[in-house]
């Protein structure tokens, strides 16, 4: 399995709060004696599923579409990554419209570990982070169908989302930058995640 961990810029907007929480946590991975790799999801266009069906059958359960953009190189960075981060703002209430794209793209995982495909159940559980920004100040339920989205894809993988970090009124291109106390949360997460990563490997028989 490839050692280095994967993290997502999901945003549309590059060099903003997503690209920022990124740069924060993988910071914090490199404190504790870590690294990782940042993909900008906003640098790609994906093909979206349209439900054929064919990855229920096709060889690897692959999408028609692998050959047209990078979708499956970066779920397979997903999978050999012994952990993931996600940062993401939130757009009307949900996932930004390439981030959702490639999620719907997922659905070969799911197809696949149906089908008990050994390329799936061979995963070991690996922990799945993520940080969401939202520009409203308000609202009960801001982040609860971005959160579930990500959840049950992850699980696709058999990557189990851990407790997120979830933060309103970040809109602007900086505000993340500019607020010490979030940014420290972010780089904390990425110091903790490598050192349970390597505190369990140091554990296993």
């Known amino acids: 399995m490839n050692r280095i961990p994967v993290l997502f ?20 991975l490199r404190f504790s004696g870590g690294d990782g790799e940042i993909v900008y999801l906003g640098d790609y266009d994906f093909v979206p599923c349209n439900g054929c069906g064919k990855c229920r059958t096709s060889p690897g359960h692959h999408c028609v579409h692998i050959k047209k953009d990078a979708a499956q190189s970066f779920f397979e960075k997903m999978m050999s990554a012994p952990l993931v981060f996600f940062a993401s703002p939130i757009y009307f209430y949900h996932l930004p419209s390439r981030f959702k794209t490639f999620i719907d793209r997922g659905q070969w ?34 982040f609860q169908g971005a959160e579930l989205t990500l959840k049950f894809f992850l699980d696709f993988f058999h990557l189990k989302m851990q ?7 970040i809109d602007g291109p900086e505000d993340l930058a500019e607020n010490s106390e979030i940014s420290e949360l972010i ?11 390597t505190g369990n490997k140091n554990r296993r028989p």
């Not at 149906?114 to 009960?140: D, F, H, N, T």
């Not at 407790?163 to 009124?169: A, K, N, V, Y």
């Not at 780089?187 to 990563?197: F, I, T």
Request: contains cysteine.
């Open 9 to 28: 810029s999901c945003s549309h907007r590059r060099s903003g709060n997503s690209d920022r929480a990124c740069e924060l946590f993988l910071e914090g």
């Open 109 to 142: 995982g799911w197809e696949a570990g149906q089908a008990m495909a050994p390329e799936i159940l061979s995963l070991p559980v690996r922990p799945a982070y993520c940080m969401m920004v939202a520009g409203r100040p308000k609202g009960e339920r801001l």
């Open 163 to 169: 407790p997120p970090l979830l933060f309103r009124g």
């Open 187 to 197: 780089v904390d997460s990425g110091k903790k995640a490598w050192l349970e990563y």
